[in-house]
């Protein structure tokens, strides 16, 4: 088996063996929502006021995942890290470049320099492995202890202008990829099991959903793959030019200039048609951050910094609010994009840009703000609850926020 330089913490090995098995990745299940986190609503980096510690990590613009207190995030250009989340130290890293798949690494390079990075995407994992995929075709797998299962590397021409951003996905016992088009791989090997041409690659993770007794992948560009094999099911379900769907309640929401309510059917079948639920025309511009599902409402967030709130049943505008942050308009300063997907922890919702400034509100048909939080430099990175602290992105750092008197770093 591979090497990779490991610094190995023994307190954190000890209580790997038992985690139980979870999937993981990007947006925890993909809608962005922790109802049962208890995590504060107020920080400032200026002032260390809530922040237990803070990590160099690297840059990056994906968010971490947990099992159990381990944080697992990607950092430029192919590093994996984890980290213990009691007290930030970095328990082990590797790196996934050429010299780990023993061939030089050319997709990569292609890639512009203003795009998405080499490491945008979200690991995924199942509690008892992570896997990892990098813009430059690379894909791998780790036991927790920071052991490679496998490496492959994939030179697919890249097909999305700014770079890859997708995240892995598991679902049905696969390992779903996006890169030129949506592929599943088996988990355990790395071997290719099918690819769906049709379903070309977008910025956005695809969405899981179970349909009737099928396991179902929903794409940026509105196509439901089934997972056991490929197959196409429907297509011109919504269109995204950059973020995810979500999915719920057999309701599939595609938030964007033009944003969708589409209504599964009970079983798939060998294939469906689109059922329309609702159309509307609301959100303004482009639009970065994949929404949000709370209390009956769907929470979406332009890239010029306007909040618009949608009943999730029928589409009718419940308010907009311009967001009291910076965004591609500047509003009081330079201009931030809003990349980071919006967050619910327990009953507040959490809206970022890429600037370092989250607005904390309460959910509900009336705007109402609870705090503005500012850390020093900011990512396109989603912020990630973990049981009563945050997980933020910030510039380099990595930040857990959390209650502590006084603060630590």
Same mark, same amino acid.
């Given at each position: ?11 954190? *090995?000890?209580?790997? @063996? ?147 951003? @997708? ?96 209504? *599964? ?41 306007? *909040? ?27 201009? @931030? ?6 967050? *619910? ?9 890429? @600037? ?54």
């Amino acid at each position: 088996m591979l090497r990779c330089c490991a610094r190995v913490s023994l307190l954190a *090995l000890a209580g790997a @063996a038992n985690v139980p098995a979870q999937i993981t990745g990007w947006r925890g299940d993909g809608s962005g929502r922790w109802p049962q986190a208890n995590a504060p609503a107020t920080w400032e980096s200026g002032t260390g006021k809530n922040i237990l510690w803070q990590t160099k990590v690297g840059k990056g613009q994906s968010t971490p995942v947990v099992v159990g207190e381990r944080a697992f995030l990607t950092a430029e250009p192919d590093k994996l890290l984890c980290l213990d989340c009691r007290d930030g130290k970095i328990v082990w890293q590797c790196e996934n470049g050429s010299g780990a798949v023993g061939a030089e690494i050319k997709e990569g390079e292609k890639r512009p320099a203003s795009g998405c990075g080499y490491s945008a995407a979200t690991p995924v994992t199942d509690g008892q492995c992570v896997y990892v995929c990098y813009a430059t075709g690379v894909i791998a797998a780790y036991d927790l202890e920071g052991h490679r299962q496998w490496v492959r590397y994939l030179e697919v021409p890249q097909t999305t202008q700014y770079g890859r951003s @997708a995240s892995p996905v598991l679902a049905g016992g696969k390992l779903l990829i996006t890169l030129a088009n949506l592929m599943a791989l088996d988990p355990q090997t790395g071997k290719t099991l099918w690819q769906a041409d049709k379903a070309e690659a977008a910025y956005g993770t695809p969405a899981v959903a179970r349909i009737g007794d099928t396991d179902a992948a929903l794409t940026p560009a509105g196509v439901c793959v089934r997972v056991a094999d490929g197959a196409i099911l429907a297509r011109k379900l919504g269109e995204l030019a950059y973020g995810s769907s979500i999915v719920h309640d057999g309701v599939a929401y595609y938030a964007g200039a033009s944003t969708v309510a589409i209504k *599964l059917p009970e079983k798939a079948g060998e294939s469906f048609p689109p059922s329309l639920l609702w159309k509307s025309d609301e959100v303004e511009g482009e639009t970065f951050a994949s929404p949000l599902w709370h209390d009956g409402n769907l929470y979406c967030a332009g890239n010029q910094g306007t *909040l618009y709130v949608l009943n999730a049943a029928t589409g009718k505008l419940v308010y907009s609010k311009e967001l009291p942050i910076r965004s591609a308009l500047g509003n009081g300063g330079e201009p @931030a994009n809003l990349y980071p997907s919006i967050t *619910l922890a327990g009953q507040s919702i959490f809206i970022s840009n890429d @600037a370092g400034e989250t607005v904390v509100l309460t959910g509900g048909n009336e705007y109402k703000e609870v705090a503005i939080n500012r850390l020093a430099k900011g990512s396109g990175a989603c912020l990630l609850p973990h049981g009563n602290t945050l997980l933020i992105r910030g510039g380099t750092m990595l930040f857990c926020i959390g209650s502590a008197d006084p603060p630590r770093t």
